[in-house]
């Protein structure tokens, strides 16, 4: 068994040198014996800035193969990878770098701006340059003496890691305002690796789509489960996976055999991209995860794909996938809203009331979670990760913990689980977790901003339903309300969240509506944005 993610790539590089291992579009792939080649590269310029085993390296690279390579020089190199979102704001990435206290970084010479953020947030960081899609070719991305420390022979002299190291840290939405880094293990990432390329029977034959960008929590299928395998990854860049008629030609034209998105990205590709007009002839699964898929476009999609398997994947960061559903034959199915599934093979899951004590099947409670894919932590904050975990308290003799979901869900008699909603105030937009609480933070942010409250409501956008935040500000002169200006709001709040967090509308009130406690009516809120009368300021 492996002892790290780094080695499922000597092991292809090992088992299958000369097979295709990493393309994007029209262009010809890596194999990987080049890729295991690559990688050393990289890995040996990290070296040769002082990274040693166990320090954070940032990716800031537009998604693109050498991205992807950057990513597995990480791996060898013995640290963690760090993915940054490019489109994020500057001051977001330097936030992250500060934080996990990032050795070095590997970027691109496109975001300029952010490595500028990140140097001054992080004076000592080394930066290593690496192509991204906008760079020259002809670019000399790596300096000669960084290079001179590269192995002979690429699968010797790697860096030993074990099963509790850490392989990444990806940060998500923040509910104290700012992003929360959820560490996950070498041991951790291989349990979930393990499963789906059992689960899903991948082959050394298969092609997979990487479309998800590297600071989703997706991608982790994409990469780690196809080298385990020995299969194909096709980089979709972010430019292709924009448009869904690009999206469904290059799912075709590449010969995917396996596509993995959010739910969103395939209801686009049926209804814009023509992806029910022309059958794939390689597709064989489809997975999706992130968000609900209402349960009239799935049957639809399955009708577009005969013969495909479809899959409902389910699980937080916290967690990678712990349920899944795979969609029955059409037909035979008639559920009004999609399950999340059954346990997987290496996890188990728990429902309990607000006391903590296990409920029968049928009653809805919090869903925990327990196996070998929970994460170890967030990077730097003992009192969150504390509050996430419980012990196992069914089998006090274990050393295993539960991580709560917050998520509320009910057990079927069937083992299925139906998921019913969140405990807390954390929504999904376009497949990303937000804590509306770090939007609300920013908004308090901007000059001019007094009280500011956001909200999600589902509204349809381009015929679909889409989940939209919408923020309720407070002006300065709050007996006038007169706000600041909103396009001003809106420039200014782009320097503090990605684009994805900011809210779709804004409305401005003389005070936010309180409940009889004091605290900020939500309920109250939530009926202004979706246009009823229960609204009274």
């Known amino acids: 068994m492996p002892l790290s993610l780094s080695h499922l790539l000597a092991r292809a590089a090992r088992l299958h040198p000369g097979r ?10 890596l194999s990987y014996a080049e890729l295991d080649r690559e990688s050393a590269r990289i890995a040996a310029a990290l070296a ?6 166990g320090d954070r390296v940032g990716l800031a690279v537009p998604k693109c193969p050498q991205a992807v390579v950057a990513l597995w020089g990480v791996l060898r190199a013995g640290a963690a990878y760090v993915p940054l979102d490019p489109g994020a704001p500057s ?38 340059q690496v192509h991204g899609p906008g760079d020259p070719a002809d670019m000399e991305a790596l300096s000669p003496a960084a290079l001179s420390g590269a192995a002979a022979d690429p699968l010797s002299n790697r860096p030993y890691a074990n ?37 899903f029977d991948l082959h050394p034959s298969d092609v997979l789509s990487s479309h998800a960008p590297l600071h989703f929590d997706l991608s982790t299928f994409d990469l780690f489960a196809a080298a385990s395998a020995g299969a194909h990854v096709v980089v979709l860049d972010e430019e292709t996976v924009r448009f869904p008629m ?13 596509w993995y998105s959010v739910p969103g990205a395939l209801r686009r590709m049926l209804r814009m991209g023509g992806l029910g007009r022309r059958r794939p002839r390689s597709l064989r699964t489809v997975l999706f995860a992130g968000e609900s898929y209402p349960a009239d476009e799935l049957r639809d999609l399955q009708t577009a794909l005969p013969g495909c398997s479809l899959f409902n994947l389910y699980g937080p960061t916290e967690t990678n996938v712990c349920t899944y559903w795979e969609v029955p034959p059409a037909g035979t199915w008639a559920h009004s809203s999609i399950p999340i599934g059954i346990d997987c093979e290496n996890c188990e899951g728990l429902v309990v009331d607000p006391d903590l004590k296990p409920v029968p099947d049928g009653t809805a409670g919090e869903l925990l979670v327990r196996g070998g894919t929970l994460m170890e932590g967030y990077w730097g904050d003992n009192r969150r990760t504390s509050a996430a975990f419980l012990p196992d308290f069914l089998h006090p003799h274990l050393s295993d913990r539960f991580y709560r979901t917050g998520d509320i869900v009910s057990r079927q008699p069937d083992g299925t689980y139906a998921f019913h909603g969140r405990r807390d105030h954390q929504v999904k937009v376009r497949g990303y977790r937000v804590e509306l609480g770090e939007v609300e933070a920013a ?6 901003v007094v009280e500011a409250a956001v909200v999600a409501i589902e509204r349809p956008l381009d015929a679909e339903p889409h989940t939209v935040l919408v923020a309720f500000v407070v002006g300065r002169d709050r007996e006038s309300a007169q706000p600041v200006a909103t396009h001003r709001l809106r420039r200014d709040l782009a320097a503090f969240l990605p684009k994805y967090m900011e809210p779709t509308e804004y409305v401005w009130l003389p005070c936010l509506p309180t409940t009889a406690t004091g605290k900020v009516d939500r309920l109250a809120l939530s009926a202004a944005a979706k246009g009823e009368p229960r609204f009274a300021p």
């Open 91 to 128: 001051a977001r990435a330097a936030y992250i770098a500060a934080d996990c206290r990032m050795a070095a970084i590997l970027a691109s010479s496109e975001l300029c701006a952010t490595i500028a953020a990140i140097r001054e947030a992080v004076p000592e960081i080394r930066v290593v």
């Open 246 to 258: 690009s999206s469904a030609e290059a799912l075709e034209a590449a010969g995917i055999t396996i």
């Open 48 to 53: 040769g800035c002082g990274v040693r085993r």
């Open 443 to 448: 908004l308090h942010r901007v000059p001019g």
């Open 20 to 29: 295709p291992a990493l393309s994007s579009p029209g262009a010809a792939p």
């Open 163 to 199: 099963a509790r190291d850490l392989a990444y840290i990806l940060y998500t939405s923040g509910s104290t305002g700012a992003p929360k880094g959820v560490m996950v293990s070498h041991g951790a990432a291989l349990s979930f690796v393990e499963w789906a390329a059992w689960r």
